[in-house]
């Protein structure tokens, strides 16, 4: 994994491990920022196409053989297209469940890790270091969007 160049910068401020540490903090961030808008994109196709799917039946389907549940299930069932994009989309929200729980566990590991370096920022961070941590914080918040200054989210 190679070290990004902005974290090489904190050359004064923090020992070789600690900025190993950090690096490893960015990938993870940009890891979950990743799943989360590809979970965020696959979500919203997923409700768009359902959305223009359920619009169709309604028009095609339920408004003119309403007299009749028996008749509008053998319509759908008798239209092989229907019923194969109903499977997609049942596909589809399946898809977006995993995505979600990859989110949610790249979040944990995010999370876990930056937790860990502000529990250990002590030990990280030793005597003259030490007062000049919140610039390494400062460089990481507004670089990479990553709070160190609190544990919580």
């Not at 005597?127 to 609190?150: C, G, P, Q, T």
Request: glycine content about 4%; some cysteine; aromatic content about 16%.
């Amino acid at each position: 994994m190679s070290m990004h160049d902005s974290i090489r910068g904190f050359e004064e401020w923090t020992d070789p491990a600690t900025k190993q540490m950090l690096s490893n903090l960015v990938d993870r961030k940009q890891k979950f920022d990743r799943a989360k808008k590809m979970h965020l994109y696959c979500l919203w196709i997923a409700v768009f196409t359902s959305f223009c799917f359920f619009y169709y039946l309604t028009k095609a389907i339920l408004e003119p053989y309403s007299y009749s549940f028996g008749t509008m299930f053998s319509i759908f069932i008798s239209n092989s297209v229907l019923v194969i994009i109903a499977v997609f989309l049942a596909g589809l929200f399946g898809g977006v469940r995993v995505l979600y729980q990859q989110k949610e566990k790249k979040e944990k590991e995010y999370q876990d890790l930056r937790k860990e370096i502000i529990d250990r920022s002590k030990d990280l961070w030793k005597e003259d270091a030490w007062k000049k941590r919140h610039k390494v914080f400062d460089e990481m918040k507004s670089l990479f969007d990553i709070n160190l200054y609190h544990g919580s989210k």
